[in-house]
């Protein structure tokens, strides 16, 4: 169990850019979350992957982010056209099943400049 | 829509000594999961302690334990002996039961805990 691992750990960029980020989870976890974390709050959902299938998006999820997860094993996550208000850590979680706990990785600090 | 209240921004104990984090939450789901998670300065969050709703028996781990009253849609977290180690921000978060209601979990906005030598 080497645990969620997330790449890369800080993020800076100018607004307006576009940026990636890539999350493996553990592997025989066929379930991964992502979740925004703004200074001083608890994360907030924003999109669950079953294998390969986005089953669950949040609002918060607008048009300039999409997230992957091809053939069920890492995915990624896209923001474009950055904002300011996009600047958070983005958390990464998978789990072995619905009724196992989730188990999180270090996540994304993201800073907009 | 489920929603999680944590009223205690921050708390401080000595430690060896007992502290209560309090947690109280919404939900219209009869059956779901409750959970304390902890998250260390720059660290990854870890999990604490799980309890399913439709147990009446209050979970434990070691140090940990909580208080989860049903009718009350409370969920407190007891931590007991309290080590330098436990300084953190405790998260306390509600996630469904059934598939149907989704699997993401909500988290309420967090509790640090300070621990004094």
């Known amino acids: 169990d080497t645990g969620v691992s997330q790449n890369p750990r800080h993020k800076i960029t100018k607004r307006g850019q576009n940026v990636t980020f890539r999350c493996d989870p553990i592997?025989?976890?066929?379930?991964l979350y992502w979740y925004r974390q703004t200074l001083g709050q608890g994360p907030e959902f924003l999109t669950y992957?079953?294998?390969?299938?986005?089953?669950?998006k949040s609002r918060l999820l607008s048009d300039r982010f999409s997230a992957e997860r091809p053939k069920g094993s890492f995915s990624t996550l896209e923001i474009q056209r950055t904002e300011q208000g996009d600047s958070a850590m983005y958390l990464c979680?998978?789990?072995?099943?619905?009724?196992?706990?989730?188990?999180f990785g270090d996540g994304t600090r993201l800073s907009i400049l | 829509a489920q929603t999680v209240t944590q009223s205690q921004p921050e708390m401080s104990v000595q430690e060896a000594e007992t502290v209560t984090l309090s947690c109280t939450y919404d939900?219209?789901?009869?059956?779901?999961?409750l959970f304390w998670y902890k998250q260390p300065p720059s660290r990854q969050m870890i999990l604490v302690i799980r309890?399913?709703?439709?147990?009446?028996q209050n979970a434990t781990e070691n140090r940990f334990s909580v208080n989860f009253q049903k009718a009350a849609k409370s969920f407190s977290l007891k931590i007991s002996d309290s080590q330098l180690g436990d300084a953190a921000m405790y998260f306390c978060?509600?996630?469904?039961?059934?598939?149907?209601?989704?699997?993401?979990?909500?988290f309420g906005e967090g509790t640090q805990l300070t621990v004094n030598p």
């Open positions: 979680a998978s789990s072995l099943g619905r009724y196992q706990p989730q188990h």
């Open positions: 592997s025989e976890h066929n379930r």
């Open positions: 992957f079953q294998n390969e299938a986005q089953l669950e």
């Open positions: 939900t219209s789901e009869s059956d779901y999961y």
């Open positions: 309890q399913e709703a439709y147990k009446q």
């Open positions: 978060a509600i996630g469904p039961f059934r598939e149907t209601s989704g699997s993401r979990l909500t």
